[in-house]
């Protein structure tokens, strides 16, 4: 390649010039499209969530395996307590290793959570592995407003936890 860009420079781009470029393009896309944010995911009802969806807002976002998502409650009822106002986002992380369509996890959710209550489906987990997440507990991930992930606190629901959670969303929502 060093050969191609140190020859001396034509009206007319050469093959192997072209090819260079093409493939030197291609590598800059694949970087930045895996240290983007997940792509746009269905929720139970079939609606499409994503963490652009609040752009100039302080976001959280509550990643955890879908069969432990009943340990995010006590996360949310704090969150929402003192921080109401705070776009929430709750993704279930499908294990690669399960064998299930969309409307299987769907129906489920649908059944066990109420109507007011909306879960991004993960089938392809790509929250975890983006945020290199342990979904077996819950991962509270707080984003700026520019949707920029500035936090993240993983764990069981602990005060001492949430503590250290609202000294970052205290920051945040200040500047905002």
């Not at 140190?6 to 800059?28: D, H, M, W, Y």
């Not at 746009?40 to 652009?52: K, N, W, Y």
């Not at 059944?111 to 489906?121: Q, T």
């Not at 507990?137 to 993983?154: I, K, M, S, W």
Request: positive net charge.
């Amino acid at each position: 390649m060093t050969r191609i860009l140190n020859q001396k420079k034509s009206t007319v781009l050469r093959p192997e010039f072209n090819v260079a470029k093409g493939f030197a393009a291609c590598l800059i896309f694949l970087t930045f499209a895996s240290h983007g944010q997940p792509p746009p995911l269905p929720d139970q009802f079939g609606a499409v969530g994503q963490l652009g969806d609040h752009l100039g807002s302080v976001q959280v976002v509550i990643v955890v395996s879908a069969k432990r998502l009943r340990r995010i409650k006590p996360w949310e009822r704090a969150l929402r307590e003192h921080y109401d106002a705070v776009p929430l986002l709750r993704v279930a992380d499908v294990p690669r290793t399960t064998k299930v369509e969309y409307e299987a996890v769907a129906e489920k959710l649908r059944k066990r959570l109420p109507d007011d209550i909306n879960v991004l489906i993960d089938l392809e987990g790509r929250w975890s592995s983006e945020y290199a997440l342990d979904t077996r507990v819950p991962n509270v991930l707080v984003f700026d407003t520019a949707g920029e992930l500035v936090a993240r606190h993983a764990g069981k629901y602990k005060s001492a936890r949430f503590e250290a959670l609202r000294v970052d969303l205290e920051r945040l929502v200040r500047t905002q």
